[in-house]
């Protein structure tokens, strides 16, 4: 195992230096080498993938690329093949498929054979094992959030330009009705002088309910026989006792592996606003409530303000309040309400999760609610008013087969990672605000937190363990 893992860090550093020197990596789907073979599609016009996490929300994630055929795994990778949630069923579906427990493994064995990675693994091995394949010159789809640090989110979007492949982040109402009824909207200028925006998740996440709470690191349990290596599961994190709170599934509570509430449903509720209004990263993040804050895991409840500056003359500056847990939704004014027979206003349901967008005018409000849900209109007359602005054609693919088919050169990505990039170090950002819990300011420009030196260290947090810190070196 030490000489395969010399090997892989000496290929790392070998593909990014031929990358730099304007090397042309050409996918294996354009070669003659294939590892598997697909009667129904030529070469030309599949791609072959390898899975980096097969249990989990890659239940989802790898039947979604594969979907309409012109995807198929070779490889799968997953340090626990036996106890990982939901795994059954890609293991079912494509028995034949050669496993791995270390993904480094995986691609110095078959990489010939892979032309795109999907990473679908926790939070803090996100970074390491995209940078690898991207060096490697192969496409990569990573759920979501895209990184556990905003210097890792930096090192992507720069990863991205340097090795010119094909990514996607897996936040998948990004390829939606509901998002491109939102980009249409913008186009209208319906969403001119959006000053305010308030956000909103109901408590879902285990260490968000009151009987779960917990306040240091869980104590040392038996690893399961099932279970390949925890110390690869750590990863660039340091080595903590195994405990099942970690794995299969409750890592996102710990603030050392996951990104809690924020970066796991921010993703999916505040992505369309960033995006297409252009927010950009923010100048200040203030927490405002932290029920049970502390520094192991995430808060029970967690209300946050940040502040966006102005970018343009109908862009004025943005607040957006980001509320999760106990008394998270916003206070929807009578004034936006459907007026009845009686003359009282009925106000719409807010749902588990959403946003509610305020014109300077106030005249009406935009409200969605999470992924690709569409946005409403209130007072609904006015919506059908504007309803020629609002009606939104169906996208031709889905998020999964958007990044197939860009892979094979017939379509763009919609979260590609200088998308995705900056809405995960916003993400980032709100996560340094609920370990510090103190008021930050933050400068765009130079991407650093003002007068706060522990803030900006983390940044990029703690130093990655010996054995990955290459991967944290692209030039």
Known sequence: ????????????????????????????????????????????????????????????????????????????????????????????????????????????????????????????????????????????????????????????????KKFKVVTQMGNQGHTSSGAAQFKQMVAAGLTTDVYKIDAWKEPSLWFMQPENRISAYPPEQKLPESFSDWNLWCGPQAVRPYNSLYHPFGWRAFHQYGCGMFGDWGCHIIDFVHHYLNLGLPTAVSPVRLDDYNKIIFPQTSHIRFQFPQRGPDAPAVELMWKAGADCHPVFDEKYGDIQEDKSAKLPALGEAGTLLHRKQGDYVIMRGHHGDASRIYPRKIMLEKWGAIKAPKPEYTHGTSFVQACLGNTTTTSPFSVSGELTQVLNLGMIAEYLNVELRFDPKTKRFVGNDEANFLLAGAKPRAEWAHYYTLA
């Open 1 to 160: 195992m030490k000489n395969t893992l010399h090997c892989s860090r000496r290929n790392f550093i070998k593909k990014s230096a031929a990358s730099a020197f304007g090397f042309t990596f050409i996918p294996a789907y354009l070669t003659a080498a294939r590892a598997v073979d697909n009667p129904t599609l030529p070469p030309s016009r599949r791609i072959n993938l390898g899975c980096i996490g097969v249990g989990g929300r890659a239940a989802g994630t790898i039947p979604s690329l594969t979907s309409d055929g012109h995807a198929v795994p070779v490889a799968f990778c997953d340090v626990d093949f036996e106890g990982s949630r939901k795994i059954e069923g890609n293991l079912a579906a494509w028995p034949d498929v050669t496993r791995f427990s270390d993904f480094r493994v995986m691609l110095d064995k078959m990489g010939k054979d892979i032309d795109a990675v999907s990473v679908v693994i926790p939070d803090h091995m996100h970074f390491v094992a995209a940078i690898h394949a991207m060096s490697l010159g192969k496409h990569v789809y990573v759920e979501k959030p895209l990184t556990h640090t905003f210097a890792e989110a930096e090192l992507l979007m720069r990863a991205e």
